[in-house]
Nanobody, 125 residues
Framework: QVQLVESGGGLVQVGGSLRLSCAGS????????MGWFRQAPGKEREFVAG????????YYLDSVKGRFAISRDNAKNTAYLQMNSLKPEDTAVYYC??????????????????WGQGTQVTVSS
């Protein structure tokens, strides 16, 4: 069956960096647009970044532009989210998701077929 497994979360100080990874199995990874979402306690899940199939285009939440970078390595069936200059408001559980129906990137969680289990990112001030 399809699995998406996130890793790389943790506790980091303000201004620090983390790189999240999302390893996919059971799907033809290159045929899926990939998204990263996050959910903080008491808040709705929000789109953070997305990347289309090859040739890849990328999209970002305004508040992370210039700080976060999404990428993918289809040979490794893995998507990445490099997060720099982290702020306390970036604290959340981060999820990766795969969308096999659209060639573009959707910001709507309901448009994604598959989800990972999430990884906690905590930014301390």
């Amino acid at each position: 069956q399809v699995q998406l497994v996130e890793s790389g979360g943790g506790l980091v100080q303000v201004g620090g960096s983390l790189r999240l990874s999302c390893a996919g199995s059971g799907l033809t990874f290159s045929r899926y647009s990939m998204g990263w979402f996050r959910q903080a306690p008491g808040k709705e899940r929000e789109f953070v970044a997305g990347i289309t199939r090859i040739p890849s285009s990328t999209y970002y939440l305004d508040s992370v532009k210039g700080r976060f970078a999404i990428s993918r390595d289809n040979a490794k069936n893995t998507a990445y989210l490099q997060m720099n200059s982290l702020k306390p408001e970036d604290t959340a559980v981060y999820y990766c998701a795969a969308d096999g129906r659209r060639v573009t990137v959707s910001t709507a969680p309901g448009d994604y077929n598959y989800w990972g289990q999430g990884t906690q990112v905590t930014v301390s001030s």
